[in-house]
């Protein structure tokens, strides 16, 4: 029989037990880098001090409910106002606030500061994914980084943004419709992402590995899967992953599967998704050439963005880092490998093997349904028609085959 | 059983719940079938309280207690109520064929009206003392009735006393008359405070000529229209235009709308002494002259200052024909160290064709050859 004592009981224990879980990628107890360390370092004392007190309170409370309990007794005399005492449970609580504000005001401030910035990242938030561009500083450099190629281009990424571990990097971030919120626990607290403001969080990573995030202020119909994570990796290898995402486009070799699908990418994909260098087959690859394919999302999409496809198989998350590229025994690699053996693992990119094909058919097949983005006609009267995500593209097998070929090559 | 009102109320409710379902399956519209919906839970609701009050009254066939029955022995007093749902009628009839606004005061008025008619006629019945039938009613009314007293009281003070504030002639004038009207309801205010008692005829008396006054002033004011009040649109609003010709626009800088833009800007441009464009980013605190990167399809707030000795405009030729992109963008003249804001949408990458064909985006500065900055834009 469940009895009041026994429900409470399992409840705690469900509680303590939920403290326990191995799993726990978000946890924000388990700082990987100087800024969420530092929230850590306060944290941790403050909530020991707010324990603490909490159950010297309930203690009482529950130390005066049973000693004065109803057993029939009198009323006691009631008395009111007791100066002492009063101030005293002012000066208390002011004491212990004081306490915590001056350590928290120091790591404010602290979190705030740019000055010490080595790394420069934008990031913009949409519904319901991160884009993230690395702009070239005046020296040529990339996040502090010299690219192989003489003359870089801004970087342009979605899903994961790339740091290199040990160095101080600062999002600028913003947002192209509604306020977003950025969080990777495991490297700093959060940050709001607001429509026409500039924001800054500072990152850092000690160790090379994933970190993940979700976004924390509520952004619509797909807000709980608007995720993100950080890729760290150890500066010769984000070199590596520099050059690599700089490397001119290749087109697939004539008569293949990809080749077809490069075709089914520019006549299905490419007015809103980007694959920088890609030309149709009226002309060269030279950048002055009208046969550039550019995408115009702002014409199709309400954020007015979609996600840069030139190198998606270099990361391993799709449709705004909801699902994974790789298979479970892939990502299982990537995310448990050891910190020295992470940035071959990452830089393999997604192989044929390794592709999570279910789940990108799927998406291809009918996007809406495997994330909810609005797509019912009748909804879009406020939107002028511009899709909030992506549409469903009505596309074939067959065109679904030619364009996992041709994206499998995208790294 | 049932009593004749119980009788009524269940049969309406019956209605709704049919007039819900028919309405539901063949039309489906949604605000129709909340407002069925809403109407027969309201009507259930009624008929309950009905059922359990049993109109008030006893059974029309139990002869003895009818004549002794304590709501049989005082008669209804007046009631301005069926007045006031023929005004509501009235009302929405003249709304149906002028302004909706008019129709939706009048079903308000029409909904107030029947509520408290309702009330008021079950109150007076509630029992044989007067004094206990009123405190019935109004247990039952004032929640409501006092907040939508109060906000209606409210609304016309604040309406009557902004058409009077707009209709003096000048901003001074209102500065002065607001100054003068604040001051003597300080000095009443003091007076009654510092009294030991006033009577009530006499606050009665003072509010009641206060609110003729205001009420009678908003209304001759009202009727004599707001003064001309000078148009001050915002920089950025000049620049969406596209106005960009050599006339110079009075935009007002300090127009509140500008603020968070200026709090928090993608980039600050400068025109410096020596003739070139200088940017600065946020986070990075150097200044730079080589290439701006901003974002796409993004509303970009850019600081611009005039660092130079001459009044200057920025101006930025973006792609044509795409949604959001005017073909040409600049700031108003921006006098000598001052600073403007300007919002860019950049709808197409740098690398585009057709921004490649316009040498791409970039700052200029009409009159100063060497000023001049690249945008790019991934």
């Known amino acids: 029989m469940i009895t009041p004592r026994r429900l409470i009981a399992a409840v705690a224990g469900a509680i303590l037990l939920s403290s326990c879980a191995s799993d726990a990628p978000q946890d924000t107890w388990k700082p990987a880098g100087e800024n969420a360390q530092m929230i850590h370092d306060l944290q941790w004392p403050i909530f020991m001090v707010a324990g603490i007190v909490g159950v010297i309170v309930l203690a009482f409370i529950a130390w005066i409910v049973v000693k004065f309990r109803d057993r029939g007794q009198a009323m006691p005399e009631q008395t009111h106002g007791k100066a002492w005492l009063e101030y005293l449970f002012i000066a208390i609580p002011a004491v212990i606030l004081t306490t915590i504000a001056i350590p928290t005001v120091g790591v404010v401030m602290a979190l705030a500061d740019t000055d010490d910035t080595e790394c420069i990242i934008n990031v913009t938030g949409q519904q319901w994914w991160w884009e993230y561009d690395y702009p070239v500083a005046a020296d040529g450099t990339i996040c502090g980084f010299t690219p192989s190629v003489a003359e870089a281009s801004p970087i342009i990424t979605s899903g994961q943004v790339v740091i290199p571990t040990g160095t101080k990097v600062l999002l600028r971030g913003t947002s192209r419709d509604v306020i977003h919120s950025y969080w990777i626990p495991r490297l700093n607290g959060k940050r709001d992402m607001v429509p026409g403001r500039v924001h800054y969080l500072r990152l850092q990573s000690d160790t090379p590995g994933i970190y993940a995030g979700q976004c924390t202020e509520f952004c619509g119909l797909s807000h709980a899967n608007m995720r993100m994570e950080t890729i760290a990796l150890e500066p010769a290898d984000f070199q590596r992953w520099l050059d690599n995402e700089l490397e001119p486009y290749t087109a697939p070799d004539e008569g293949t599967l990809a080749a077809e699908g490069e075709a089914t990418y520019i006549a299905q994909c490419a007015r809103c998704h980007q694959v920088n260098g890609l030309v149709d087959d009226r002309g060269t690859d030279d950048p002055s050439d009208d046969s550039l394919v550019v995408s115009y999302p702002d014409q199709f999409v309400y954020s007015g963005a979609a996600p840069n496809l030139t190198n998606l198989m270099g990361r391993n998350t799709f449709a705004g880092a909801t699902y994974d590229l790789l298979t479970d025994e892939c990502r299982a690699d990537v995310w448990e490998a050891d910190p020295s053996e992470f940035g071959d693992r990452y830089l393999e990119g997604v192989t044929e093997d390794c592709l999570n094909e279910i789940e990108l058919r799927e998406w291809l097949r009918n996007s809406p349904a495997k994330k909810p983005m609005y797509a019912d006609p009748e909804m879009l009267s406020e939107t002028d028609g511009k899709t909030r995500g992506m549409p469903y593209l009505a596309l074939s097998e067959d065109q679904i085959d030619q364009l996992i070929a041709y994206l499998l090559e995208r790294k | ?378």
């Open chain 2, 1 to 378: 059983m049932f009593t004749t009102g119980s009788k009524l109320l269940i049969g309406s409710s019956a209605l709704a719940l049919v007039a819900t379902l028919l309405f539901g399956i063949l039309d489906g519209g949604l605000l129709g079938s909340v407002g069925l919906i809403s109407a027969t839970v309201a009507l259930s609701v009624l008929a309950g309280i009905n059922v359990f009050t049993r109109d008030a009254n006893v059974g029309s066939d139990e002869v003895e207690s009818f004549g002794g029955a304590a709501a049989a022995s005082n008669r209804p007093g007046a009631s301005m109520w069926p007045f006031t749902i023929g005004l509501a009628a009235t009302t929405i009839t003249l709304g149906l064929v002028t302004y909706t606004a008019i129709f939706v005061l009048g079903l308000i008025l029409l909904m107030a009206g029947l509520a408290e008619w309702l009330v008021q006629a079950w109150a007076e019945r509630a029992s044989a003392e007067t004094g206990h039938n009123s405190e019935v009613r109004a247990r039952m009314l004032h929640p409501a009735e006092m907040p939508a007293g109060a906000a209606i009281g409210l609304g016309v003070v604040i309406y009557a006393f902004s058409r009077v504030m707009l209709g003096l002639p000048s901003k001074t004038s209102t500065i002065v008359a607001f100054s003068v009207v604040a001051s003597i309801v300080l000095a009443i205010g003091s007076f009654i405070g510092s009294r030991r008692s006033i009577s009530a005829p006499a606050m009665t008396g003072g509010f009641a000529i206060a609110a003729v006054v205001l009420v009678s002033g908003g209304a001759v004011a009202g009727l004599n229209g707001e003064r001309e009040i000078e148009e001050h649109n915002t920089t950025a609003y000049y620049a969406a235009k596209g106005e960009c010709g050599a006339e110079e626009i009075s935009a007002d800088e300090h127009a509140s709308q500008t603020v968070a833009g200026k709090a928090s800007s993608a980039a600050e441009i400068f025109l410096t002494e020596t003739g070139t464009i200088e940017f600065q980013m946020p986070g990075d605190p150097s200044r730079r002259s080589d290439a701006l990167q901003l974002p796409r399809s993004n509303p970009n707030n850019l600081l611009m200052r005039n660092e130079s000795s001459e009044p200057r405009r920025f101006v930025i030729d973006l792609a044509e024909g795409y949604e959001g992109s005017p073909p040409r963008m600049c700031t108003q003249i921006i006098e000598e160290g001052g600073v403007q804001l300007l919002t860019v949408k950049f709808a197409v990458p740098s690398f585009a064709p057709e921004v490649e064909a316009v040498g791409g985006y970039r700052f200029t500065v009409p009159g100063v050859d060497s000023a001049s900055l690249e945008v790019v834009v991934p």
